[in-house]
């Protein structure tokens, strides 16, 4: 069974980059057809996708974040990471990591991390 675990700082002051690890257990990041999407829920609003990583490394993100969001990966220590410039107040929010396949049906997810942006 595949686990994700996101890690990183719970709080980041504005203007800085947030930076998120998941760390991929019983399974490999590079295994065909499997992609590694960051999703995140501000507080009293619904999920939000963010991005992907795919087995052969291609990314793509959401229209409305691509400017600040760049997602990349660490074959040899099975993680991939996110990172988040310039962030304002309004990108205070749980962040997850999750595993899907082609089709965009999704597996499993990682239990999230709360990152608030505060000064």
């Known amino acids: 069974q595949v686990q994700l675990q996101e890690s990183g700082p719970d709080l980041v002051k504005p203007s800085q980059t947030l930076s998120l690890t998941c760390t991929v257990s019983?399974?490999?990041?590079?295994?065909?057809?499997?992609?590694w999407i960051w999703i995140r829920q501000p507080p009293g609003k619904g999920l939000e996708y963010m991005g992907f990583?795919?087995?052969?490394?291609?990314?793509a993100y959401s229209p409305s974040l691509k400017t600040h969001t760049s997602i990349s990966r660490d074959t040899s220590k099975n993680q991939f990471s996110l990172q988040l410039t310039s962030v304002t107040p309004e990108d205070t929010a749980v962040y997850y990591c999750?595993?899907?396949w082609g089709g965009g049906k999704y597996g499993y997810w990682g239990q999230g991390t709360q990152v608030t942006v505060s000064s």
């Open positions: 999750v595993q899907a």
């Open positions: 990583i795919g087995y052969d490394g291609g990314t």
């Open positions: 019983g399974g490999s990041i590079t295994t065909s057809d499997y992609y």
